[in-house]
């Protein structure tokens, strides 16, 4: 793009600056070729604002090199290869058993190359991280309206992240072939075969014919390593691209508007702070790694069909997939030579769907409340109470399966019945969002009043002063103007009206069901009881001129 | 699903605030931004000896990470792999993988601590506001580049020859058929494979545990045996894909006790054999309880009452266990009396 | 102690001193004369039946019936062996303290010779599986990747990969294996106590139990090694979920805030 304006200036630039230092000759050299002056103008001083949330992303990040740098490693000493052989390494308690390459390989890996069970345990942590730490930023995007414009598309992006990151998970971790994930990829080939119509020819194309097979590791193999991950790292560049590109979002406060980014700049502070942030990400997770172990493939012992073990779950991301299918009821049709699984086919299309719930939900506010414009500031989260509670109803719908996919273990740890469990879950599916939407609105509101208390009246110093007629009185000291400016710099959208539906001349005019529906929801959203009107000026003075009096 | 018809707008006006960083919150203004607050000095910036004492920090930082470098490859060499310790509270672990963890976490660790504390004491802190551009660009902006493509777009002549549009796109859209076809050999089709297991006629039921034909006699009521097909050994080459199917638990329950009247006549003197496979997603089922005879799934607690034709009496399972007939052949050892009647296993759309 | 103490008021302890003298002075006669063992053997064991039926009218009989037949709160004793009994009392699992869904493990109340004793008067009821031999259940020589195969055949679905125990319907559990001595886990193979199955000698022989022992002593036992650090109950991807999240996210949530925070300020004075 400034190709001509680079060649120009370096030209004559080259010519009177013949004892420019060695680091500035090379830039020069770069510039002409790739043009870096250009792009380092734009980005070198860019401001990142500081916050503990906004680093939840770079730990996505770095633990997804980690992931990278780690699984480089590992490939080096795998063999994706389901032929039978018998164990010789030096771990006794399965001396001469038949077991997979793969996992005969994994136990090479275990036990005899020095390092290689420290690389597999940072390599699986780092998993279970990246997905939890990307499911913790992605709350943190929620429930700040950082989704808003112009960012739905880098919500999606990291959407998809968090959806590819799921099944790279899953793929790797059937890798092994142990007897866990064996009975995971069982499970897997299960739900496959309930599709209706099509579902055996799937079963059959994705394992080479009938389960196990002996293709399925070699061909999630490529999947884990070179598919998913290949994808997955075209959109983190993408979604950093864009994170540049928008610039960060920022909490309000004195300074802060929708037309700044106030903060470091990222030479040197932010460089120094987010690269070594990374040294910090890999250093914990080593450290963890050194101290818990994870998928002792040891233990569990190679996997064959006709043996399995009690507390059989997948790695956490995929928990609430579990639960959905540990907590439906057997329904199975059968009718005109057919069987439709519904006891299986029901769980595998809601599974898409809880997550899809939380993906659309920008959309949906974006459209009831038909505002086109950009939003850099960060709502906090009591100040959009329907949002908020949207937001901790989906998670607890979220947590109630993870329940359900413990269930066994609940069980025991709490001497419960796993039953009764299956029954709460099953339950509370339908109950426990409805009952978290209701209390956490509840909770925005008196967090909103509480704050425009403090607006009006002051800070409860809780100093008590008696007064000359001998009433006692608690101390409200007045907040200073950056904090009366903070509490109340967030935007309060008001109900949608759809106006008249007859004119003045008595003709009807047309109102389409997508309006109405539109009024309806922003009425849910924005209307009666769903906010605290914020404290006016015309209040806070009629309020501060009484004090004065006394 | 954009709002092009919209009654009542009624986005809230934007914040006020003060133009430029100076306040200007004043009586008829109490809640306008106030603008930046001034800065205030660290210790390190007025203090000199604060700042070495930083700078010294920082440096320790980086060297306890190189001695742990040196650490690291000093454990590597020094530890064989399979040397374990006792190490209170973590057990007994191996030293290779401790002593490369810390040591590599230890080093990486202080290299980010020491520049974090690095930029945290010594680098400026200093806030600066960035002016933001909106996104969307200029209208002259637009317009050229709609001016741009619409005069490309006719240059092409795409619109105008609408042959070259429609064959092109029918050309586009039928080149990846190629590649599905390809995926054809990913797999066999199903035919009537999920349909039949190894069990014949005649076949003995093999005892997983000692690899010999079971009588009845060693089964007492309260046990639990699993068995495999007669011929299957576990070097087969396709011994794991036999057994997904063919793998049978067998208990013995009191004749009397047995509800289901066919599974009474399939069974020999109360010793039935049912398949281990689970028909929700094919777990091996084989948690039985010896006294309530429920059979128990692991993955999904689908639970069967083995002695009511296995039928399911609660979780997400859709269809009882299938049996295999048994009985009895001349040398006293149980033998099956043919497959099962149904498919093994998980259900799928061509069952019936 | 303070047990014991008091027990030895009890109007039977004569009786149990005698009887132990005498159990003692019976093996080592049978150590020393081992052409006479079958006689000594047999008086040994009538004097035990003896006291194990007075043993049992006291502490077992308002559940199982005065002659073991049992009764509506507890399953006949005709038949189930020695074994059972030293499995159910051994492990403190009889006699039961409350009705629930099912036994649990807790204190041992008798002693070993009183366990003999009961275990001896309930054999008598009806022919069933004796209480093994050191020999049988002592893990040495045994195939420990045999067994390994064979417990994730007949033991893992219930009792987890390495014996960490699992749920059961309806509040019932298959208990943990950490710590149980050999000679209960070979009885409780043997006799199936409560609703676990049994695995008999005919269908599990006494070497592929023996196979068993050997693998839990290698994989679940004090000197077991876990070479990758802290086993985490060994219950698999729960454990190892909530680890990562309270202390892997937690940490780095925690080194997080520390480098977003502000510096501190210097004083203003």
Known sequence: ?????????????????????????????????LGIYSLAKANMRKIFPDHWSFMLGEICLYSFIIIILTGVYLTLFFHPSMNEVEYHGSYVPLQGQLMSEAFNSTMHISFDVRGGLLIRQIHHWAALIFLAAMFVHMMRVFFTGAFRKPREVNWLFGFLLFVLGMFTGFTGYSLPDDLLSGTGVRFMQGAVLSVPIVGTYLSMFLFGGEFPGGDFVARFYSVHILLLPGIMLGLVVAHLILVFYHKHTQFAGPGKTNK????????????AKAGGFFFLVFGIIAAVSAIATINPIWALGPYRPDQVSTGAQPDWYMGFSEGLIRVMPGWEINAWGHTLVLGVFIPLIIFPL???????????????????????????????PTRTAFGVAWMTWYFVLLVGGGNDLWATHFHLSINAITWFVRIFFFAGPVIAFIVTKRICLGLQRRDKDKVLHGRESGLIKRLPHGEFIEVHEPLNKEQLHTLTAHEQYEPLEIGPTVDENGVERKVKGSQKLRAKLSKGMYGEDTQIPKPTAEEYKEITSGHGHH | ?????????????????????????????????????????????IDEQAARRSERTVALLFTISMLATVAFIASFVAFPVDKSVYIWPIGHISALNFSLGMTLGVALFCIGAGAVHWARTLMSDVEVADDRHPIEAEPEVKAKVLADFAEGAKESQLGRRKLIRNTMFGALAMVPLSGVVLLRDLGPLPEDKLRHTLWSKGKLLVNMNTNEPLRPSDIPVGSLTFAKPEGLEEHDHDFQTQIAKAALMIV????????????????????????????????????YEQQTHHALCPCHQSTFDLSDGARVIFGPAGHALPQLKIGVNEEGYLEAHGDFDEPVGPAFWERG | MKKLSARRRHPLAAVVVLLLALAATGGLYAVFAPADKAQADETAQSLAIDEGKKLYAVGCSSCHGTGGQGSSDGPSLVGVGAAAVDFQVGTGRMPLQQPGAQAPKKKVIYNQAQIDQLAAYVASLGAGPDIPTKKQVSPEGADIAKGGELFRTNCAQCHNFTGEGGALTHGKFAPSLEG??????????????????????????????????????????????????????????????LFAWIFGLGALIAVAVWVAARTAKAKKS
């Open chain 1, 260 to 271: 700044n980014v106030v903060g470091m700049p990222l030479l040197p502070v932010y460089m």
């Open chain 1, 1 to 33: 793009m400034s190709t001509e304006n680079t060649t120009a200036t370096a030209a004559p630039a080259a010519d009177s600056r013949k004892k420019a230092p060695a680091g500035e000759r090379v830039a020069d050299w770069a510039d002409g070729r």
């Open chain 2, 252 to 287: 013995r329950i009191q004749p009397d006790n047995i509800k289901d009247k066919r599974e009474l006549a399939w069974s020999h003197e109360g010793v039935v054999a049912y398949s281990k496979i689970c028909t929700h997603v094919g777990c091996p089922i084989s948690l």
């Open chain 3, 180 to 241: 149980v001595s050999p000679k209960h886990l070979y009885e409780a193979m043997e006799t199936g106590p409560q609703n676990m199955p049994s695995f008999p000698d005919t269908t599990m022989p006494e070497k592929s139990k023996k196979d068993i022992i050997a693998y839990l002593d290698a994989v679940n036992s004090e000197k077991t090694e876990s070479p990758g650090g802290l086993k985490l109950g060994g219950l698999g991807p729960v454990s190892e979920g």
């Open chain 1, 354 to 384: 809880v997550l899809v719930a939380i993906a659309v939900y920008p959309f949906i506010e974006a459209w009831v409340t038909g505002d086109k414009r950009e939003h850099h500031i960060l709502d906090r989260p009591r100040n959009a």
């Open chain 2, 1 to 45: 699903m954009s709002s092009q018809e919209n009654p009542a707008e009624n986005l809230p006006s934007e914040q006020e605030s003060a133009h430029g960083a100076v306040a200007v919150a004043d009586e008829a203004h109490p809640f306008a931004d106030p603008g930046l607050p001034p800065h205030e000095h660290r210790v390190q910036d």
